[in-house]
């Protein structure tokens, strides 16, 4: 099944070649790490992993980049010669990688394509003592060399939607043979851990530890900074903030429509819109201009400007975080078109009350909880949205209470990050460094 799985990999490489290839010359994300996708690293990057522990973590964009970065802190601190490489799949995760690990991580790369001769030739050169991937990183490629170099494999802060559930079910043949080389499934929650031992993982490498993004430490700007911000995005002291964060194509255009009827009601508030992939900034941009709001892009805050604006473009990368910190409602996207949401509980991390439409399959579990609590509140449509953004702004002991709900649900589920720390070190070499 695996030289199946190959030959069809093989194949899609080739059918979709031309397509890769334009978007190469067209997009400047898309040549990036490109000879480290094929398994070409660059000598440098090795040569400080030969004959120590290393531990190899892996993550394959912004969110789980971040929420596993606690975690590699926490090696660093307590197995300072323990060498750590990371790999993003994307570019935007491998520029996060880059800004918050530069004191933990010794090697940077791409993860490689998931092609036998690739993997073989990447996983033969960095011999990792364990390896560690986030969330849903499932690659049969990769995990079968793993296992036939007897180097164990672990899924941390793991978590399998209803989605993917069904799609390895359809596919059980073959990927039961993928789950029960795994050394340990660490879950973030016990309905994904019963879900990975009917998919064929022992019962006894299975662990529900919890969600490595509630230890996630909130980022702050320092109060001259802050404030800095706020006058030069011309956010004053009665100023209201509305923030979009990681929006998708068909999200920004019903925000703007709730934005413009909700400054009928509101004359001083602000929208922030972040959307998720960078190279859509532009067009958000010419979105936001054609319907007639001005516009100030945080790339260019530190340019001197007497005009005040209606809309501010988040066109960085790494930001989004402190921007929920001076907002007062937090909308996540992903949930109004099918893409299944993203990160709900950065908000939560300032104590900002989280809308989101119903598209959240991806975040089903947080979502109950953030639910449950009463600091999450789904919509199921664009009006619906418009109408509880009204109800929190027009309340605000209701909106202070939300935001609450919301951060309590962190401060009442902390720990996950040194649970997983202590099963992963109980892997490791007693010698704790050199090999």
Known sequence: MYLLYDILLHLSLLLFAPYFLFKMAVIGKYRKGIGERFGFIERAKLDKLSGVTTVWFHAVSVGETKAVMPLVKVFKEKMPDVMIIFSTVTATGNAVALKEGAQLIDSLIYFPLDLNWVVKRVVNKIKPTIFVAVEKEIWPNILKVFNDSNIPVFIVNGIISERSFKRYKLFRF??????????????????????????????????????????????????????????RLKITSDSLVLIAGSTHSGEEGAILDIYKE???????????????????????????????????????????????????????????????????????????????????LEPALYKKPILYGPHIHSYIEMAEMLEKAGGGIRVNSKNELLLKIKELFNNKAFREKAGNAAYSIIENNRGATEETFQILESYLPLTRGKV
């Open 174 to 231: 073959f990927f039961k043979n993928v789950f029960k080389g795994m050394s340990y499934f660490l879950s973030q929650t016990r309905e994904s851990a019963d879900k990975a031992e009917v998919l064929g993982i022992k019962h006894d490498r299975i662990a529900t530890t919890g969600n490595l993004k509630f230890d996630i430490k909130p980022l702050y700007w320092d109060m001259v900074d802050r404030e800095n911000m706020r006058q």
């Open 262 to 344: 909700l400054k009928r009601n509101f004359f001083s508030l602000k929208l922030i819109i972040a959307p998720r992939h960078p190279e859509r900034f532009k067009e958000v941009e010419t979105l936001i201009k054609e319907r007639g709001f001005s516009l100030r892009k945080r790339s260019e805050v530190d340019i001197e400007t007497q005009l005040n604006n209606d809309v501010i473009l988040l066109d960085t990368i790494g930001e989004l975080c402190k921007f929920y910190s001076i907002s007062d409602i937090a909308f996540i996207g992903g949930t109004l078109v099918d893409i299944g949401g993203h990160n709900l």
